[in-house]
Nanobody, 118 residues
């Protein structure tokens, strides 16, 4: 199983970016998918998460600006980021909680850098 993330880059404050992540492989089902980020010198934090049958969960500081969506048929998750701020800068990591042979496992993508200039 692999997670492949894409879509990071450099954007001015107020701009938008869209991150995407695809899960490849076989023999799994997806329990949840989401995005974390890590700014320089800070701990990794949850940005947005969507679980099966539940409402998305967002970091307070991104509510109203970011939107997470899943395509279950394609095993992908996307994060639309609008009205970006310099404090949104960081490495964004895709995360997936998978069920494999009745065991729950946590997978991470390789990280994609988002830089928001002021």
């Amino acid at each position: 199983v692999q997670l492949q993330a894409s879509g990071g880059g450099l954007v001015q404050a107020g701009g938008s970016l869209r991150l995407s992540c695809a899960v490849s492989g076989s023999g799994f089902s997806i329990a949840a998918m989401g995005w974390y980020r890590q700014a320089p010198g800070k701990q990794r934090e949850l940005v947005a998460m969507t679980e099966n049958g539940g409402a998305p969960n967002y970091l307070d500081s991104v509510k109203g600006r970011f939107a997470i969506s899943r395509d279950n048929a394609k095993n992908t998750v996307s994060l639309q980021m609008n009205s970006l701020k310099p404090e949104d800068t960081g490495v964004y990591y895709c995360n997936a909680i998978l069920i494999i042979f009745d065991a729950t496992r946590n997978y991470w993508g390789q990280g994609t850098l988002v830089t928001v200039s002021s």
